[in-house]
């Protein structure tokens, strides 16, 4: 059975770190890219970061960019997301997404077949 299971998610204060954890089962990550996405309430789903398959080319948005840090490890079948600075703004239900996808950074949310069930990240003092 092919599942992706986030986990890490907590309430943390302006200017903490969290690292978000998605443990894949059923099917190997070295064949496949791996998105972060991030949805607010009342606000639609948006895309955080992206890995390739090999774990060496990634992409993030700018509102994340030196703050957040995407690490794939294919040996553990996890890929991390290491929050740092964190901002009210990025309260949000995070996701992993992983695309059956080489050599590639799929960057539309459509692209991604298989999804996690989320983990709430809440920024606030």
């Known amino acids: 059975q092919v599942q992706l299971v986030e986990s890490g998610g907590a309430l943390v204060q302006p200017g903490e770190s969290l690292r978000l954890s998605c443990v894949a089962s059923g099917f190997v990550l070295d064949y496949y890219a791996i998105g972060w996405f991030r949805q607010a309430p009342g606000k639609e789903r948006e895309g955080v970061s992206c890995?390739?398959?090999?774990?060496?080319?990634?992409v993030y948005r700018d509102s994340v960019k030196g703050r957040f840090t995407i690490i794939k490890d294919n040996a553990k079948n996890t890929v991390y997301l290491q929050m740092n600075s964190l901002k009210p703004e990025d309260t949000a239900v995070y996701y992993c997404?992983?695309?059956?996808?080489?050599?590639?950074?799929?960057?539309?949310?459509?692209?991604?077949?298989?999804w996690g069930q989320g983990t709430q990240v809440t920024v606030s003092s």
């Open positions: 890995i390739n398959n090999f774990g060496g080319d990634t």
């Open positions: 997404a992983a695309a059956h996808r080489v050599g590639v950074v799929p960057r539309l949310e459509g692209e991604y077949g298989y």
